[in-house]
């Protein structure tokens, strides 16, 4: 009998690809349908923000860190000024702190209502991203009421925020904490039991917690693997350790176990959202701080639990108006680095779902 | 295998050309050089710092300085910082440590890239971020930019 | 019978009589297919033009494309960095004529404000023919569909584009 000639094939997803999230770029070799082998090009958004930001003062730089994250444009700004206060030694007065926390969880929600919406479009299921979306604007909408943008907002400063909520923010906001919880079931009802998104997700992807010791990963992905391990609880940052909420832990450490965890991670959001408005006290929302900004020669390493995962900002001052280094450790960075491990073996389908979990961000991934 | 910290020279979370001491904002940085780095990062690990959370590199006028953040995901109060300095700015060599943790592969690629700074041992050794035909490493202070505005 | 307006493109009564470009250009316009691609901030706000609010859809725009051969736009949407600058000349190149471009974003316009640094190209324009410009970091939805009406109104009307002789 004559013997087939085989051989393998070399297929590039992305950039340009409708599932890659952005512009990243997966090279797989493939054997029919199994993945033998693949490897990660980044870079397509590399825009040298950290060069930038040795030639902008700190005030100046606080705007470009919403460009980081920015389906959840606060949390990366927050870490920021954050970083800033603890370099100079500020301290932030009770109400900014209260608001900050508040437009932090939002924006985790925002950043989850995109993954829950995208994850399922990755899969060909176009309902979700719809209802997620309509969320979404509601969220947004309360951006633009609050810091007069929706998506890259410049509100967290350096020694509070901006200016105080107006009026009209808060029957918007209980307006939302009560209609949000029936959603997330509504999502939750499409998704969560959905066969073709169980077959397509179970056993896909398995990252132990070995593994995900091993490959510092953290956030959602982290917890997944059934490490209990979330900044806002082992270091809390502002005042996270005023709030009662859990930390959602799984422990299969598949790709539907990524997805879970952060449907969790939205209820949990919503609970610390509710009790930061019931206790949101009055006083001012800004510390008077020097117009030019010189911090004493020293350095620091700051660390929050942004949307993806842990963002870590490493900031040398120099005593001068412009930070000599700022190093932003970005969560997707590290997050996607075993990609090709959990590629290798499965299917080219599987690529994509695994991606889809990881839940990337290429403006924190290639600064 | 306890007594690796007590070995090393302590020095407060200062650049060296300041001359005001000020109190440091985060643990201690410990110095290592460039021959003993793996067996202190190796040491490290076996007492518990299984996070490297950041690596990253600075540089100063007179040596390169690339920076370990090492935590413990179970023994969550633990902290270090490990600093590695060269002296040698026209061909910065230090010891990888991806053979200890795994996460050190992409972040030292990325200060391959961006800063020129080679890690000896390290499985693939690339660019990462920009192309593969890009000439010099930006983040060094002497990369001149091409000045458009 | 003859129309008024005949050859504007805007057909009125009970005949046509002007070229067939100018009647193929209508229909065109009224049914621009974009590519499907997107790099940094601002794709979020083309996502949410593309759903229930904004709705893109309506104008006949929402179908996405996500092989470049069966699209006519191509949104040149986010930061252009100069390890993207080859794939974007290649997606343009696979597109089949007639396609238009629109640089949507404050960075694929200029180069934003990252135009000092050192990978990023400064603004769509200095390697493709760019039809429309969409200011704003991010625009908002309104604008993006303000820039494919503005599309829309040139192709319709290429001469609106035109500046006259007497400045």
């Known amino acids: 009998m004559a013997i087939l000639k085989t051989e393998e094939f070399?297929?590039?997803?992305?950039?340009?690809?409708?599932?890659?999230?952005?512009?990243?770029?997966?090279?797989?070799?493939?054997?029919?349908?199994?993945?033998?082998?693949?490897?990660?090009?980044?870079?397509?958004?590399?825009?040298?923000?950290?060069?930038?930001?040795?030639?902008?003062?700190?005030?100046?730089?606080?705007?470009?860190?919403?460009?980081?994250?920015?389906?959840?444009?606060?949390?990366?700004?927050?870490?920021?000024v954050q970083t800033v206060e603890k370099l100079m030694g500020?301290?932030?007065?009770?109400?900014?702190?209260?608001?900050?926390?508040?437009?932090?969880?939002?924006?985790?929600?925002?950043?989850?209502?995109?993954?829950?919406?995208?994850?399922?479009?990755?899969?060909?299921?176009?309902?979700?991203?719809?209802?997620?979306?309509?969320?979404?604007?509601?969220?947004?909408?309360?951006?633009?009421?609050?810091?007069?943008?929706?998506?890259?907002?410049?509100?967290?400063?350096?020694?509070?925020?901006?200016?105080?909520?107006?009026?009209?923010?808060?029957?918007?906001?209980?307006?939302?904490?009560?209609?949000?919880?029936?959603?997330?079931?509504?999502?939750?009802?499409?998704?969560?039991?959905?066969?073709?998104?169980?077959?397509?997700?179970?056993?896909?992807?398995?990252?132990?917690?070995?593994?995900?010791?091993?490959?510092?990963?953290?956030?959602?992905?982290?917890?997944?693997?059934?490490?209990?391990?979330?900044?806002?609880?082992?270091?809390?940052?502002?005042?996270?350790?005023?709030?009662?909420?859990?930390?959602?832990?799984?422990?299969?450490?598949?790709?539907?176990?990524?997805?879970?965890?952060?449907?969790?991670?939205?209820?949990?959001?919503?609970?610390?959202?509710?009790?930061?408005?019931?206790?949101?006290?009055?006083?001012?929302?800004?510390?008077?701080?020097?117009?030019?900004?010189?911090?004493?020669?020293?350095?620091?390493?700051?660390?929050?639990?942004?949307?993806?995962?842990?963002?870590?900002?490493y900031m040398v001052s120099d005593g001068s108006d412009k930070p000599y280094r700022l190093h932003i450790r970005g969560p997707s960075f590290v997050n996607v680095a075993p990609l090709p491990e959990l590629a290798r073996g499965g299917n080219i389908q599987d690529v994509i779902a695994v991606l889809a979990s990881i839940d990337i961000v290429l403006g924190e991934m290639d600064r | 295998m306890g007594n690796v910290e007590e070995k090393l020279e302590t020095t407060p979370a200062v650049p060296p050309e300041t001359k005001k001491p000020v109190a440091p904002v985060q643990p201690p940085a410990k110095i290592v050089k460039p021959g003993e780095l793996l067996k202190v990062m190796e040491g490290l690990k076996a007492e518990g710092y299984d996070y490297l959370n950041n690596l990253t590199a600075v540089d100063y006028p007179e040596y390169f300085e690339v920076v370990y953040h090492l935590f413990s995901y179970e023994e969550t109060g633990k902290k270090s910082v490990i600093k590695c300095r060269v002296e040698n700015k026209k061909d910065p060599q230090v010891p990888s440590v991806c053979s200890v943790w795994n996460s050190a592969n992409w972040q030292e690629r990325e200060v391959y890239d961006l800063m020129g700074v080679t890690f000896t041992g390290h499985p693939n050794l690339k660019r990462i971020l920009l192309t593969d035909d890009f000439v010099g490493h930006p983040l060094r202070k002497d990369y001149q930019l091409d000045g458009e505005v | 019978m003859v129309l008024k307006n005949a050859g504007q493109g805007v057909p009125e009564g009970k005949f046509y009589v002007g070229k067939l470009e100018q009647l193929f250009n209508y229909f065109r316009a009224h049914s621009l297919w974009p590519v499907n691609y997107g790099c940094g901030c601002c794709p979020i706000e083309l996502m949410a033009v593309g759903t229930a609010r904004y709705d893109l859809d309506r104008f006949g725009y929402a179908v996405f494309r996500?092989?470049?051969?069966?699209?006519?736009?191509?949104?040149?949407?986010?930061?252009?960095?100069?390890?993207?600058?080859?794939?974007?000349?290649?997606?343009?190149?696979?597109?089949?004529?007639?396609?238009?471009?629109?640089a949507v974003g404050n960075c694929a316009t200029s180069g934003g404000p990252f135009k000092d640094s050192y990978n990023i190209v400064r603004g769509a324009d200095t390697f493709l023919p760019v039809d429309v410009f969409v200011p704003g970091c991010p625009p908002r939805p309104e604008g993006i569909l303000n820039g494919f009406l503005t599309l829309k109104k040139k192709l319709i009307n290429p001469k609106i584009v035109q500046v006259s002789s007497n400045g």
């Open chain 1, 10 to 80: 070399t297929v590039n997803i992305g950039p340009q690809h409708p599932s890659t999230h952005g512009g990243f770029h997966v090279v797989v070799n493939l054997d029919g349908e199994t993945v033998t082998d693949a490897y990660c090009v980044a870079g397509y958004l590399h825009r040298g923000l950290e060069k930038i930001a040795e030639s902008r003062t700190y005030a100046q730089f606080a705007p470009y860190c919403a460009r980081l994250d920015y389906l959840g444009a606060q949390n990366p700004a927050l870490g920021y």
């Open chain 1, 90 to 313: 500020i301290e932030v007065p009770e109400r900014a702190e209260y608001i900050r926390i508040i437009l932090a969880e939002l924006a985790r929600v925002a950043s989850h209502l995109v993954f829950v919406g995208s994850f399922a479009l990755d899969f060909n299921g176009w309902t979700p991203i719809i209802y997620c979306f309509r969320d979404r604007e509601k969220v947004l909408d309360m951006f633009d009421m609050v810091c007069g943008q929706r998506l890259t907002t410049s509100y967290m400063r350096i020694g509070g925020v901006a200016d105080d909520l107006p009026e009209e923010f808060f029957p918007a906001i209980r307006k939302f904490l009560d209609e949000m919880p029936a959603c997330i079931d509504e999502y939750d009802g499409i998704l969560t039991g959905n066969e073709i998104l169980i077959g397509r997700c179970k056993g896909v992807g398995i990252l132990t917690a070995e593994q995900a010791k091993d490959w510092g990963i953290s956030g959602p992905n982290l917890r997944a693997t059934g490490i209990n391990y979330d900044i806002r609880k082992v270091e809390p940052y502002g005042i996270y350790d005023r709030f009662d909420f859990e930390v959602p832990v799984g422990t299969a450490g598949d790709t539907y176990e990524r997805y879970l965890m952060r449907v969790a991670e939205l209820r949990q959001s919503l609970r610390i959202i509710e009790q930061a408005v019931n206790a949101l006290p009055e006083g001012p929302v800004r510390t008077k701080v020097p117009k030019v900004l010189k911090p004493e020669p020293g350095e620091v390493y700051h660390r929050i639990e942004s949307n993806k995962g842990e963002l870590g900002f």
């Open chain 3, 66 to 102: 996500n092989s470049p051969r069966q699209a006519d736009v191509l949104l040149v949407i986010g930061p252009v960095t100069k390890k993207m600058k080859p794939i974007i000349e290649r997606v343009y190149a696979q597109m089949p004529e007639p396609k238009w471009v629109i």
